[in-house]
């Protein structure tokens, strides 16, 4: 067993590189997502609510299907898309989708009279937005964060699904090709444990500076 780690590790900064870029591009996407529900922008609200609805009642691996084999049969330009492209482009917007629900609960969080205090001083909604609610709303929304990064950090190992060598592919891969299943998925189940146990200690901090802001 303790010869398959070195192995399995070697795989442990896809992984998390994975993670990160899905990461980025679902925060971004889920605040603009966020900010038109909450400003019920014309058209775009109920387009971005038909996309949250499509990927938070679909299952993330059809999804992944769905971009990496159905994507090129209907969009020639990505007919070289390769897995891990399309794992991070269904983690994002997978996420994106759960990420926008709960960025939104926190911007609607924040008290309304500092919308009205913004207005009273002759800020737009768009200024208000990006000066006073959404530096808030993130603090609050921070702790969440880190939750999502954890699940999006275990649904990388659906990626080998899709052919990529990420944790999961290389346990797999040394699991047929030794039979030592019991050892190889015990490897990378440690591994995925002791990553999720360092974000929730972090999570854990963000709480308690939350608690202290809320409390002074």
């Known amino acids: 067993m ?5 192995v ?8 998390i590189g994975m993670a990160v870029a899905s990461m980025a591009g679902a925060l ?3 605040a603009i997502m966020a900010v038109i529900r909450v400003l019920r922008v014309p058209v775009l609200h109920q387009v971005s609510g038909v996309f949250i ?8 691996l059809v999804q992944l ?3 990496y084999y159905g994507l090129p049969q209907a969009i020639p330009a990505f007919i070289r898309i390769d897995g891990v492209t399309a794992a991070i482009l269904g983690l994002t917007l997978h996420f994106a989708a759960y990420m926008a629900e709960s960025l939104r609960g926190a911007i ?3 008290p309304r009279d500092q919308w009205e205090a913004a207005r009273a001083v002759g800020m737009t909604e768009g200024q208000t937005m990006r000066r006073i609610i959404l530096p808030q709303a993130a603090r609050v929304f921070a702790p969440t964060m880190v939750n999502y990064f954890v699940d999006i950090l275990k649904s990388t190992s659906l990626a080998f699904t899709l052919g990529v060598t990420e944790m999961m592919g290389a346990a797999q891969k ?10 190889s998925f015990l490897v990378v189940a440690c591994l995925y444990w002791i990553m999720v146990e360092a974000l929730a200690r972090v999570q ?3 709480e308690r500076r939350n608690a202290r802001r809320r409390a002074a």
């Not at 047929?176 to 019991?182: N, P």
Request: hydrophobic content about 55%; aromatic content about 18%.
């Open 2 to 6: 303790a010869g398959l780690i070195p």
């Open 8 to 15: 399995i590790l070697r795989y442990v900064p896809l992984t």
């Open 28 to 30: 971004v996407l889920a």
């Open 53 to 60: 609805s499509f990927f938070r009642g679909t299952p993330l």
């Open 65 to 67: 299907f769905l971009f």
């Open 108 to 110: 609607t969080g924040v």
């Open 174 to 183: 040394e699991a047929a090709g030794s039979f030592r299943y019991l050892e």
């Open 204 to 206: 854990g901090w963000l």
